[in-house]
């Protein structure tokens, strides 16, 4: 317990000490790096409060909190026996923690897999392509709403799904209309399931998903609506959900859900998600380095 107390002590202190060595008379290089220091400790922090905040953990990060700042009081306080007991009881209760809060420590692990590894190495989507599927989806999940059939599609984006398509079958065919509704007429084997487009194209079908563990999603929601919210907070995948009772069109990222979509709204936010996305990431990407290049080199020839 010592050991856990002084280590945000000495966290407490390097961020102090790196806070103190931002001058404005050092160096663009010196000066990044300690921006760039900050920046991440923040970002960090800003990703672990959004990932807790709607899950089980949530609370429990409070009650962490609190546990230890009433620790920290009672070792300023020299209160020698409330240490004792609260630190004996941190210990095991850390390790229960542990134990209990497995799944959200995997699905932690698999976002940032996902989302900080695998990126940098997945081959963007063709804008025609995508362009091109997006309409072709989004007039098929009309006509699924319109007859009232239930649906689950997946649009996989930098996080793999395989763990979930060995799970239906593979059909590795082409996005058509036809076909979509086909797989999800009510007599249809694979119609339960959802379906999973990776590469602009239907990879699987039938697939099975995860549950939510939420306990604060209305009761309107069925079965699809929590398999899509269940995929979306282990990933970074897109659902689009519709309801056989209502022909409602909801959309889920980030294990949010967004209900009552029209056909038109659905288009327009798949085109900025992953449409949107491909162009601004290739020109940000070309100013920052042109940027940092271009200041490294200004700064070397003044030295």
Request: aromatic residues 6%; neutral net charge; proline residues 2%.
């Amino acid at each position: 317990m010592d050991s856990i107390l002084s280590w945000l002590r000495e966290f407490g202190k390097n961020i102090l000490r790196t806070l103190s060595l931002l001058t404005f008379q050092d160096s663009f290089v010196d000066s990044l790096v300690n921006i760039i220091d900050i920046l991440f400790v923040a970002v960090l922090f800003y990703y672990i409060f959004k990932f807790i905040r709607r899950r089980r953990a949530g609370k429990l990060a409070i009650g962490v909190a609190v546990f230890l700042l009433i620790l920290l009081v009672t070792q300023a306080l020299d209160m020698h026996a409330s240490q004792f007991l609260l630190a004996n009881v941190f210990q095991i209760g850390l390790v229960t923690v542990i134990v209990v809060f497995q799944p959200e420590l995997r699905s932690a692990l698999e976002v940032i897999g996902g989302e900080t590894v695998m990126a940098p190495f997945k081959r963007s989507r063709d804008v025609s392509e995508t362009t091109a599927m997006i309409d072709v989806l989004a007039d098929a999940v009309s006509d699924l709403s319109e007859s009232k059939t239930g649906a689950l599609i997946v649009i996989e984006r930098t996080t793999l799904l395989g763990d979930h398509i060995i799970t239906g079958t593979v059909i590795n065919a082409d996005v058509e209309k036809e076909l979509i509704k086909n797989i999800f007429f009510n007599k249809a084997p694979m119609h339960d399931g959802a379906m999973i487009i990776r590469g602009n194209r239907i990879h699987a079908a039938g697939c099975l998903l995860p549950l939510t563990t939420r306990t604060d999603l209305i009761k309107d929601l069925g079965m699809r609506h929590r398999a899509a919210i269940g995929l979306s907070e282990n990933s970074d995948a897109i659902v689009i959900v519709v309801s056989e009772e209502t022909g409602t069109i909801s959309y889920v990222e980030g294990g949010e859900i967004s209900r009552n979509y029209t056909p038109t709204m659905l288009k327009a936010q798949l085109r900025s998600v992953l449409v949107g996305d491909e162009d601004e990431k290739k020109h940000s990407i070309r100013r920052t380095v042109k940027n940092v290049t271009g200041r490294i080199k200004s700064e070397k020839k003044n030295r």
